[in-house]
């Protein structure tokens, strides 16, 4: 018959094989952004287990110490109030809590997403002037589309930036909620079709990370991953030089519009050109010209609406050609870039 030591080994044996295969990153992570969250995490977990393991270790003493078997622990049936017992009882956790908020209200400001960097690592300062590399994320069904405006390409399912220099992501989503997360970089972002979240985050050693959606947006959501490239400014230019000769060719609405449609498992995409608007028509929701853009729509009811003629500025796709139900939008203003196809004709007013 084994014994407990060699089915303690045994029972041990397949946890060992499975942590194995677990990577730590978010405890040793390669951004700085992500360090701090890491250090907040570590520093709060101690905060909260000074209170926790001592009230834990006080537990198995009391029950140890008086339990019925002993007949050596005093009995005191009278005893009901200690002052000294109470001010250690109340003191401590509010101590602890007093510290726990005073740490999460300084972290919430220093580590705001929407906050530009200050520095580099917790040696190095951002030299002042530095222009962060600027990458438009917009979170599709099922894939990732990444814009670079300052270097005119586009990807999917790839991201890369230079180490040490600051990177601010302008995130928006096409159809439903999503969430931007590189556990190396920094902390996970919600990605909103319609509304623009932003991240400052720093890479800070070169290696390939794993990024991915960490919300839960449909059928497709598990295969919502891409990898992150972290490489020296050399390495960088040489990467957006190798977009420029992607085969994905010009990323224009027209192709923005068919990269959208929903699906899964996208090889890696580049494409050698963008469209310059293309993220600002993603965001206002009108790549399709033919649709007023929300930031029109906003300027329009901030001057006060169009009043009754407004509410007759519909268009409709007809059922009978597209073979979907009629879905009413409320189309663009008369401009130069109106469409002529007579499936986007305005909705007949009543009478």
């Known amino acids: 018959m084994p014994s407990l030591k060699t089915l303690r080994g045994l029972l041990l044996l397949p946890a060992a094989a499975l942590l194995a295969g677990c990577n730590m990153v978010l405890m040793n992570p390669s951004g700085d952004v992500a ?8 520093q709060s977990t101690v905060l909260m287990l000074l209170i926790v393991v001592p009230v834990i270790a006080l537990t198995f003493v009391f029950a140890w110490r008086y339990r019925k078997a002993n007949t ?12 000294q017992l109470e001010l250690v009882i109340w003191a401590a956790p509010l101590l602890i809590i007093i510290a726990l908020g ?22 190095q300062n951002v030299v002042p002037g530095t222009e962060p590399l600027v990458v438009e994320v917009v979170a ?21 930036a230079p180490i040490n220099r600051p990177i601010m992501f302008k995130i928006t989503a ?11 970089l920094a902390g996970q972002i919600y990605a909103m079709p319609g509304m623009e979240t932003k991240l400052h985050a720093v890479i800070n050693k070169p ?9 839960y947006s449909g059928a497709g959501f598990s295969n919502m991953r891409f990898k992150f490239h ?32 929903p699906s899964e498992r996208n090889p890696v995409q580049r494409y050698a050109a963008v469209a310059p608007d293309l993220y600002d028509a993603i965001l206002n929701r009108c790549v399709d010209r033919s649709k007023m853009c929300m930031k029109e729509m906003m300027a329009i009811d901030a001057g006060g609406g169009l009043g009754k003629p407004g509410a007759y500025n ?38």
Request: charged share 20%; glycine share 6%.
């Open 35 to 42: 360090v701090q969250q890491r250090d907040l995490i570590i």
């Open 174 to 184: 096409s159809s439903v909620m999503n969430s931007f997360f590189i556990p190396a």
């Open 207 to 215: 290696g390939v990370f794993d990024g991915f959606s960490a919300n």
């Open 72 to 83: 050596e622990a005093d009995y005191r049936p009278d005893w009901d109030h200690s002052t």
């Open 140 to 160: 599709l069904d099922w894939k990732w589309l990444f814009i670079y405006p300052e270097q005119g390409v586009a990807t999917v399912n790839e991201l890369a």
């Open 230 to 261: 972290g490489l020296s400014t050399g390495d960088f230019d040489q990467w957006v030089a190798n977009a420029k000769k992607g085969d994905g060719g010009q990323l224009t609405r027209d192709a923005y519009m068919a990269l959208e449609k």
């Open 314 to 351: 519909l268009s409709s796709l007809d059922p009978a050609l597209t073979g979907k139900a009629s879905r009413p939008y409320v189309a663009a203003m008369c401009s130069v870039n109106d469409p002529s196809d007579a499936l986007l004709a305005p909705v007949a007013r009543p009478n």
């Open 102 to 123: 005073a740490l999460t209200w300084i972290s919430t400001h220093t580590l705001d997403p929407y906050r530009p960097l200050t520095r580099i690592t917790a040696e």
